[in-house]
């Protein structure tokens, strides 16, 4: 199972004054991990419209975490996948626990898709592998990425999927989109 967070999250804003100031340096208060599917995601920051207020000092990432982000808004997150092997959820607990999320595949695939991880946002995904291997399935195909690899992912079928042995990080912002 991925361990807790180990990374460092340090977020800016302003005083009083309008002097630049650190707001929070934390490892992300945010955490849900999860055994059955063998992910630990970790919620950084959401955005509640584009373009992004500047505003505030309220921690944006202080609340419930969810998979796709408001409407016109944007979400940032670290995600640490275990290695297939380790994961403990059977397929039907899986497909389960993703529907339970409000996510799952679209078309021909929706009731049987290849890997029970397979979901569609409707969302522009920038995906940066940081540590780590991972295969991005899609409906037909799929594609072999290792650190330091990014993925623009717009919209389509697809699951994230560690065949390897050690833990793999994405770090992901989702941005809000239209069909």
């Not at 403990?88 to 695939?109: K, V």
């Not at 195909?141 to 994230?160: C, Y």
């Amino acid at each position: 199972m991925p361990a807790a967070s180990s990374f460092r999250r340090v977020v800016t804003g302003k005083d009083a004054s309008g002097k630049a100031i650190v707001l929070f340096d934390d490892a992300g208060k945010r955490v849900r991990a999860s055994r059955e599917l063998g992910n630990t995601l970790t919620l950084l920051w959401v955005a509640e419209s584009t373009p992004a207020a500047l505003t505030g000092n309220a921690d944006a990432a202080d609340r419930d975490i969810g998979v796709e982000p408001p409407a016109n808004g944007s979400i940032f997150r670290i995600v640490e996948y275990a290695p297939e092997k380790d994961v403990t959820g059977d397929y039907a607990t899986r497909i389960r626990l993703m529907r339970e999320r409000g996510i799952g595949p679209e078309g021909p695939s929706r009731d049987r898709p290849r890997h029970p991880g397979m979901h569609r946002t409707k969302t522009i995904d920038y995906a940066v592998i940081l540590s780590g291997e991972i295969d991005m399935l899609l409906d037909d195909s799929e594609v072999h990425l290792k650190a330091g690899d990014v993925v623009v992912q717009r919209g389509t079928n697809h699951a994230w999927v560690n065949r390897g042995d050690q833990p793999c990080r994405v770090a992901f912002i989702l941005i809000d989109g239209k069909d």
